[in-house]
Every structure is written in C-alpha cells, then in structure tokens.
C-alpha cells in the first residue's frame, strides 16, 4: 500500500471518528490550513449564496454549525471507500439497515496527508431533509 493510500484510509477512519464523536479539533486536524468544503449545507447553515467554505476557521465554525445540528436521519451507515491516494470517495446510501438515513456521497481531495478539497453531494432524500429544516 502507498503511502498515499495509507493517508486516504486513515483520513477515511479518522473523519468518521470525529463525525461520531461530534469532535471539533479531531475533524479540523484532517483539513490543511486552505481546505474547502463545498455542499447544500453551506447555504442552509451559513445562510450564505456561495455553497463554499474556504480557509480552517472558516471550516471551524461551519463544522461546529453542523454537529450542532445533525438531524436523526444523519447516520453513518456505509459499505466502504474507493481511492486512488489522491481522491477519497464513499456513499452513505439511503437505504440502511436500520432504515432510510440521509443520501449523500463524500468526495476528498488529499494533498500532504491533509483534505485539501471536500464536496458532497446530496440525494434527493437528503435534500428533503434539508428542506424540511
């Protein structure tokens, strides 16, 4: 395995660590200083037009925005990661074994053993959480 490999599935185990255990530090520890986020979630949380969130204190409050407010629906239910050491990718499918919880695929650009670039993009029963608030 390649060290980059090793960067991608550490980052894949730590980051779900850190989302379980609600841990701010452990979360913002993954990022490199310039990371970014980009999801529907930016809009709603940070009421901003831009989906974007750029620069580590800019992710620390977005970040804490969102563990504050994990619905119900937003389990961690998942059957594995995909990555080439550069792009880290997996899916929280709606359908799980205790029931439907929010759809939405991850995707991480790893630079340095750091995220550098973080997207996710929503499914459509995601979303109707979402729009429900």
Do not use: C
């Not at 995909?82 to 792009?87: A, E, K, L, N």
Request: hydrophobic share 40%; aromatic share 10%.
């Amino acid at each position: 395995m390649t060290e980059a490999n090793k960067d991608a599935e550490r980052i894949y185990k730590l980051w779900d660590q850190a989302l379980g255990d609600k841990d701010l530090e452990a979360a913002l520890a993954l990022y490199a200083p310039d990371a970014s986020i980009e999801s529907p979630l930016v809009q709603h949380l940070m009421q901003t037009k831009d989906g974007i969130v750029r620069g580590r204190e800019a992710l620390r409050e977005f970040i804490t925005r969102v563990f504050r407010t994990n619905p119900p629906q937003r389990r961690r239910f998942k059957q594995g990661f995909f990555s080439d050491g550069r792009i880290l990718t997996w899916e929280y499918p709606r359908q799980s074994p205790d029931g439907d919880q929010m759809d939405l695929v991850e995707v991480m650009e790893i630079k340095d053993g750091l995220i550098q670039r973080h997207r996710v993009y929503w499914g459509w029963y995601a979303l109707n959480v979402l729009k429900a608030g």
